[in-house]
């Protein structure tokens, strides 16, 4: 993997017009988490800091407000810096509600954009666009389902300890915490389930990543070898 980040943590980090040979690719997503677990599927597609990034924002309540923005940034419009957008968000446990949440923010601001829920979408600015809900685009939940998804089979210790805790708290959190005491278990510390995915102590599996891989394929309109 390149020593160079295609992460930009905000949006006064988008792109300037000279940094790349052509039009990149971007991706949108909620958090830090996210971000890095896109990166590392980003470089297994062949995809790097040259051609593409990824924009993340301070979490779910403000990622409208980075997409809004983006959309009617100078890196998107007018031929810019920015060509095709995918944007992964949680589906959390309404998947219906969440696809609500985020294309309304879309046809409130631009009257010529509609979006449809699983299907790719032509911009304004010739580009595709697409949004993408975690975990499969079709299920409620959130990353970490993938997360779980991709350690099946390897999470007896943490299964155990959760087991043994009987904690009184919200699904999603059991989640979190299930999949920080099974990184617990690795040789190298990794603090959230982004970076345990980059460094592989989260596994990769193209049949359970497959359909985000074939949806960044399609937004981006290119070939990618797995």
Do not use: W
Request: hydrophobic content about 35%.
């Amino acid at each position: 993997m390149s020593s160079k980040t295609i992460i930009r943590y905000n949006k006064q980090q988008e792109p300037k017009s000279n940094e790349f040979d052509s039009q990149c690719n971007c991706i949108i997503v909620e958090g830090r988490d996210d971000a890095l677990f896109f990166e590392k599927i980003l470089y297994d597609m062949g995809y790097d800091e040259t051609n593409a990034i990824i924009i993340m924002s301070d979490g779910k309540d403000k990622l409208l407000n980075l997409c809004r923005g983006v959309l009617k940034g100078r890196a998107f419009i007018n031929g810019g810096s920015i060509k095709n957008i995918a944007i992964f968000f949680d589906a959390d446990d309404d998947i219906d509600a969440s696809f609500s949440a985020i294309s309304k923010c879309f046809t409130n601001n631009f009257e010529n954009m509609k979006i449809i829920k699983g299907k790719i979408c032509e911009s304004f600015n010739g580009g595709r666009f697409g949004i993408y809900m975690l975990p499969d685009n079709k299920s409620s939940g959130a990353l970490e389902d993938i997360c779980i998804e991709l350690i099946k089979g390897e999470q007896e210790l943490a299964e155990s300890y959760l087991k043994c805790c009987e904690l009184d708290i919200p699904n999603s959190d059991k989640k979190k915490r299930f999949l920080q005491i099974y990184l617990a278990t690795k040789p190298h510390l990794c603090r959230g389930v982004g970076m345990g995915f980059k460094r592989g102590a989260i596994p990769t599996n193209d049949k359970i990543l497959g359909g985000i891989k074939e949806f960044i394929q399609d937004v981006f309109d290119s070939h990618y070898v797995s």
